[in-house]
């Protein structure tokens, strides 16, 4: 099991509102990964979901946590 990362929460910005932007981003990595095999595509399907009904940027960090 992988530590919680330390650099999300309010001190670094991780309550900031999740713009379409940000979102797209987020697609695209999670695109790039199930190109490269990383992932199934139910999964990609799953996190998709998840980008969808991200609010904060916290919301993103556990989508693509393990991708960097």
Do not use: H, K, N, W
């Not at 992932?39 to 919301?59: C, G, K, N, S």
């Amino acid at each position: 099991m992988s530590a919680e990362p330390r650099d999300v929460g309010p001190l670094y910005g991780g309550d900031q509102p999740v713009l379409d932007t940000d979102r797209q981003l987020v697609v695209t990595l999670l695109r790039a990964a199930q190109a490269d095999g990383r992932m199934t595509e139910l999964e990609l399907t799953t996190r998709l979901q998840a980008v969808q009904y991200a609010t904060t940027f916290d919301d993103l960090v556990p989508i693509t946590r393990d991708l960097m």
